[in-house]
């Protein structure tokens, strides 16, 4: 079992900065890929970007391409979205999971555990 805990998500306006870390507990974080997915009101959750166990290996949405970055720190259980130029568009609930399987990948079934999600809002 693990537990994820996301934090960081704030009101902000466009063009700005935030970084949201997903605290895991549990089980050994680096025996897991860790992906980002948003949901907007009335919208269906969506892949944001992942990042395989080891760090190395990272993919994202086209949407936010350039301007967020995913990272982990396996050491501290924690992985990271840096979100930087903030769009209107990006405001919605912002869901951190963990998934064993290896690589990276996009499909939100593949992941096993999920966080309670954080509010990210962007005004223009």
């Known amino acids: 079992q693990v537990q994820l805990v996301e934090s960081g998500g704030s009101l902000v306006q466009a063009g700005g900065s935030l970084r949201l870390s997903c605290a895991a507990s549990g089980r050994t974080f680096s025996s897991y890929a860790v992906g980002w997915f948003r949901q907007a009101p009335g919208k269906e959750r969506e892949f944001v970007a992942a990042?395989?166990?080891?760090?190395?290996?990272?993919d994202y949405v086209d949407s936010v391409k350039g301007r967020f970055t995913i990272s982990r720190d396996n050491a501290k259980n924690t992985a990271y979205l840096q979100m930087n130029s903030l769009k209107p568009e990006d405001t919605a609930v912002y869901y951190c999971a963990a998934g064993r399987a290896l690589g990276v990948y996009r499909n939100l079934p593949g992941y096993d555990y999920w966080g309670q999600g954080t509010q990210v809002t962007v005004s223009s």
């Open positions: 990042i395989n166990r080891s760090g190395r290996s990272t």
